[in-house]
């Protein structure tokens, strides 16, 4: 179907073209439709049909392709012109095809697409001449393929979601940077991370820049950010290239350097955003301290013009195409994610600060990723340094107390732990993260759930947002604060810094790793970015270098059912039992799961998650803080202090722990080694089910919740008569403890109407037996 509307649509361009652009010169400007960009032979570019009802056809994402429709096409425009001849390149070949790259002489198209007769087939990466000979395929098809870019010396990098694991956030299959020859051939994986790592551009000194999904654990927020990284191509030197900075957005995507050394990239918020939004730069030479954003907010001749702005790519002369699409601004960076966009090839004027000159829009289509075509000098190549023969890597730091952050914070739920005071740190864990892998559905579920410390993608390998993690070991700092450790290669891995508890002072705040064979040296831990090394001897270069790449089997990690509960069994469940918990703690003994109806905010969860001693520790009462938890940081958690008998750090501000701290249990304390595991339980993320891969122990089971699910239903077609209970599953259900606050607005004869008026809008759910008996409850709440 969509092959007979691109041959009509051809036509349909050609004859439509100037008078489409004249309806643009009254907002942006008058043009010579057949003049040229100069020194470019024309534009490649990417089309994707807009649906039946006219919609947008694009998928309001920031993943750059998985999610786009099968009627993508690339197309050439020749010369560079709203006047010039529009060619489909792909459409006799594939049954979609996206993300076009060129050469660096200009002459081959490279780009990633699904074949004609191939039902669900893969996306693959190909390239062609620019007049589409010599078609050539690169990847096998076994896996998605997407983003290529060309590398110096006869090489590829793309994305490739072979992993088959899922990310840390929304439980898809992260694409990760690969790279092979342009025949298939030597396929090499060069980013460990646990979410995406999307978007490569090679910039003119030969590294790899990209878009990295930094999420690991709750430490950048619910969503987590956006951040661009560069890696060389053989995958060492992986180094931060442009973090968040004031001002800036926290999902950016996008980057390409412009002839001024200038990196532009695309800002937007949310997840919802077309893969579009403001523009802002960075400079390649300092990109941490020279952002600026270039598309102010502006109204132009009474059309609000700020738009989206999506893939931008550099002109030989200095300038810039872009795709644009106009539409209401929410934000200095923010589009209204609800305002369909409709996407064109603009160039953009760096003066004014907004789309140039029109070059191509048609209205049945969304038009994108534009690709100057001109020849440019070819990057460098870089020699790889990865020694193939060895398993393991060096990482050597310099200093662990530099950190570019005040020592008053104590905002520990994100990460952001205050910073080590001389003296204090004593050591470092090695920690290696992996992905779950759904090899059982009934084992792991994808629950969207406000409840404990969960947020948006959690699943029930625990109650917050942590992912599995297991400790490599622990070694030793030096006094100055230096330290050497041998990690295994190719592992997706995490530091912590350690008290002389072994306790978490900060968390390493993105996922890092070493190739075969490299040596990486950093300056600090969260130093400022533009630091320097010291010009001092470090004392670790005096000891040896301590070993942390045990084999996959030495590795240990620490399971809250197969480790934590017994030990609550055995020395806390006396006390803390369901009939009487002392204190109000519920640490009951045995397995039974929680079964909830529905989480938080009204979404619906039906399951069974965890039994009650799990959900009494990971409660989280307000801003998802936790009371007697805060997974990632055991030495500001209370329960660990209670462990110890003494108050271990600040308290955070956010959720102050008021009572008193005393050594639990009182008659008969934990061990040294049952304290360690609380502690690295803790520090790990609080994690319900932290062993990788298949185990026989507790866990989701989806029958077992759709039997408890149709059981709860049968019995709440009655009337509940306690009033307490009665509160909790018609109320609390759907609104959480904080919605009840409002309340306190309300005086004491207005709350039976409000109670009256809520039976009435959910139509029979509240029972007219139980309307007095919650009218009690928030009367005397």
């Known amino acids: 179907m969509w092959h007979e509307f691109w041959n009509s649509y051809q036509v349909k361009v050609m004859t439509n073209t100037v008078p489409q652009v004249v309806a643009w010169e009254k907002t942006v400007g008058t043009v010579d439709a057949l003049i040229p960009i100069p020194g470019v032979e024309g534009v490649v570019f990417c089309q994707v049909p807009n649906k039946p009802d006219g919609a947008s056809g694009l998928h309001p994402e920031q993943f750059r392709i998985v999610r786009r429709p099968d009627q993508a096409r690339i197309v050439s425009l020749r010369p560079a012109s709203p006047g010039g001849v529009l060619t489909d390149l792909t459409s006799h070949l594939f049954s979609a095809a996206m993300h076009p790259r060129l050469s660096s002489d200009g002459r081959r198209i490279i780009f990633t697409a699904r074949p004609l007769d191939t039902v669900n087939s893969k996306w693959t990466i190909y390239d062609m001449t620019l007049d589409g000979d010599d078609l050539r395929q690169i990847t096998d098809g076994t896996s998605n393929c997407y983003d290529p870019e060309y590398l110096p010396g006869g090489r590829v990098v793309f994305c490739d979601d072979r992993s088959g694991f899922r990310d840390e956030y929304d439980r898809d299959i992260p694409p990760l940077l690969f790279t092979c020859a342009l025949d298939g051939s030597d396929l090499d994986q060069i980013t460990f991370n646990l979410s995406s790592d999307t978007a490569p551009v090679v910039l003119r000194d030969g590294r790899i820049l990209f878009t990295s999904w930094q999420h690991h654990a709750d430490h950048h927020g619910t969503a987590g950010n956006f951040d661009f990284f560069t890696v060389l191509p053989d995958g060492m030197g992986f180094n931060p290239f442009a973090l968040f900075q004031s001002g800036m957005s926290r999902t950016k995507s996008y980057a390409q350097e412009l002839t001024d050394g ?155 732990m205050p910073p080590a005071q001389p003296g204090e740190i004593k050591a470092v864990r090695v920690i290696e993260g992996f992905g779950v892998l759904d090899t059982d559905s009934k084992k792991h579920k994808r629950t969207v759930i406000d409840m404990l410390q969960m ?189 110890y008998g003494r108050q271990l750090a600040p308290t955070d501000a956010r959720n102050p722990y008021k009572k008193r701290v005393g050594l639990m249990p009182p008659r008969n304390p934990l061990s040294d080694a049952e304290k360690m595991l609380f502690v690295e339980w803790v520090d790990l993320g609080a994690q319900w089910d932290n062993i990788p891969g298949e185990d026989p122990l507790p866990g989701y089971d989806a029958d077992h919740s759709a039997s408890l699910a149709a059981e709860i239903e049968a019995e709440l077609r009655w009337p509940i008569l306690n009033p307490q209970e009665a509160f909790t599953i018609r109320c609390l259900e759907c609104h959480d403890s904080r919605t009840f606050q409002k309340l306190d607005t309300y005086s004491d004869a207005e709350i039976p109407a409000l109670v009256e008026r809520m039976a009435d809008k959910r139509n029979g759910w509240i029972f007219p037996e139980e309307i007095s008996l919650i009218t009690q409850i928030l009367l005397y709440r």
């Open 262 to 416: 200038r990196v532009v990239f695309v800002e937007s918020t949310g997840h919802r955003h077309y893969n579009a939004g403001a523009l802002g730069v960075v400079h390649a030479r300092n990109p941490h301290k020279t952002y600026e954003r270039i598309t102010p907010d502006m109204v132009f001749n009474g059309a609000n013009l700020a738009g989206r702005y999506a893939s931008p790519y550099p002109l030989p002369d200095g300038g810039m195409l872009c795709a644009y699409s106009p539409g209401r601004v929410v934000s200095a960076y923010e589009q209204d994610p609800y305002e369909e966009p409709h996407e064109g090839i603009y160039t953009f004027d760096f003066s004014a600060g907004r789309p140039g000159r029109l070059l191509f829009d048609d209205p049945d289509a969304q038009d994108y990723d534009p690709v100057a075509i001109y020849a440019r000098p070819e990057p460098p190549q870089i020699p790889s340094m990865v020694i193939r023969s060895r398993s393991t890597g060096t990482l050597n730091c310099v200093d662990a107390y530099l950190s570019d952050r005040s020592p008053a914070q104590r905002n520990v739920v994100i990460g952001s």
């Open 455 to 643: 947020t948006f993608g959690s699943n029930s390998n625990g109650g917050n947002s942590h992912e599995q993690k297991r400790i490599l070991g622990v070694v030793p700092v030096e006094p100055d604060g230096s330290f050497s450790v041998e990690v295994p290669a190719d592992t997706t891995l995490f530091l912590q810094t350690l008290d002389e508890n072994h306790m978490a002072i900060e968390n390493q705040l993105t996922w890092t790793w070493v190739r075969p064979g490299e040596v990486r040296m950093c300056i600090g831990c969260h130093e400022a970015r533009d630091t320097g090394l010291h010009n001092r001897d470090m004392q670790t270069l005096y000891t040896q270098t301590h070993f942390a790449a045990p084999p996959p089997e030495e590795r240990y990690t620490v399971d809250f059912r197969r480790d934590i509960m017994p030990i609550i069994e055995s020395k806390c469940s006396h006390c803390h039992n369901a009939d009487d918990p002392a204190g109000g703690l519920d640490l009951q003994s045995g397995f039974e799961l929680v079964f909830h109806r529905k989480g938080r905010s009204g979404r619906n969860v039906n399951a069974a998650l965890f039994n009650h001693a799990y959900e009494s520790l990971l409660q989280a009462p307000a801003n998802r803080v936790g009371t007697l938890v805060i997974p990632g940081a055991a030495r500001h958690s209370p329960l660990i202090w209670q462990l």
